[in-house]
């Protein structure tokens, strides 16, 4: 349990497991297999094709993998990471390039390492899948590839590190067209991640914020204000105009629910962005989103009501 990755089950996709570990998975925050395949598995228990289907094949390819060398090992072998270019490698021996790519698998350093609960530090909020190669990497930071994705999405130096400036972060991913898709996808924003941490459901109608509905009321939205188009004179809640700091524990509460964190919020610079922010939310300061909302660095403390019911149930 306090070293993550050592676990028998581990190793096994969500589907794979059996009714009483799913549910075990479940009752503990990993209620689905985007979760528990990313934060858990990392898509090491998947084959070939279907890591193309989850569209992390790039990212395995990044980390030295081949359709050769992945066909040709067990899960136990991946997991351990003895193959492909970055075996061995401690995090920070990891390129720039390599650690996007791990970081799309949801590893991050504490994790890739191999370290005991102990020695972890805060980490952010992760429910979908947190976008690290948008929060944690400033322009200059990004590598070349991804540049390129970021342009594709219609981002500059400037909007990518100001977060809300670039008009495309209001459209749902629904309403991107093909390739900026594909640039938001090898970003590690699928549709779930970029419809909550990027566009906060801004272009959603009341109706299709379906559970995420009670996160805005707490919030002081209402249908009215919500779907109103009178632009000249938009109504928001009080909630809107407040610094993170003033919120209620409420309304932080119903902000984190739809991926809003605190340098979010008060529309801070990448520069000054705090890794291992935790995740929050509201909607015209960004939006509203459809999130799962488990915090990595509070996972210990529930978990362990059940650890063992996913290591030795059958």
Wanted: glycine fraction near 4%.
């Amino acid at each position: 349990w306090n070293v993550p990755g050592t676990n028998e089950v581990e190793k096994l996709p969500f589907a794979t497991l059996n009714e009483n570990q799913q549910q075990a998975a479940t009752s503990i925050g990993f209620n689905s297999s985007d979760v528990w395949d990313c934060y858990i598995n990392h898509y090491l228990g998947y084959s070939w094709e279907a890591l193309k289907d989850a569209n992390v094949q790039q990212h395995m390819s990044l980390l030295g993998w081949t359709e050769e060398n992945w066909t040709g090992t067990t899960s136990l072998l991946r997991v351990t990471k003895k193959m492909g270019t970055s075996d061995n490698k401690k995090w920070t021996e990891l390129t720039a390039e390599q650690q996007e790519a791990a970081s799309a698998i949801c590893y991050f350093r504490e994790i890739w390492d191999g370290q005991n609960l102990n020695t972890w530090t805060g980490r952010p909020a992760s429910p979908i899948r947190f976008p690290r190669a948008r929060f944690y990497y400033q322009w200059t930071d990004l590598t070349r590839s991804s540049k390129q994705d970021a342009q594709a999405l219609l981002y500059t130096e400037q909007s990518w590190n100001q977060p809300n400036t670039n008009d495309l972060e209001k459209l749902s991913f629904s309403e991107l067209n093909s390739t900026q898709q594909d640039a938001a996808l090898s970003l590690g924003m699928k549709e779930v991640v970029w419809d909550c941490y990027i566009s906060h459901y801004y272009s959603y109608n009341w109706t299709e914020l379906e559970e995420v509905q009670t996160a805005f009321i707490a919030l002081g939205w209402t249908e009215t204000m919500w779907d109103s188009t009178d632009s000249s004179s938009p109504s928001v809640p009080e909630s809107d105009d407040k610094d993170w700091e003033e919120l209620s524990a409420k309304e932080r509460d119903a902000a984190e629910e739809i991926c809003f964190f605190e340098e979010l919020w008060d529309g801070l610079p990448l520069k000054d962005f705090k890794q291992g922010s935790s995740n929050s939310g509201s909607r015209k300061k960004s939006g509203g989103v459809k999130t799962l909302t488990i915090f990595i660095t509070n996972l210990a403390t529930c978990f362990s009501c059940v650890a063992s019911v996913l290591m030795f149930i059958n």
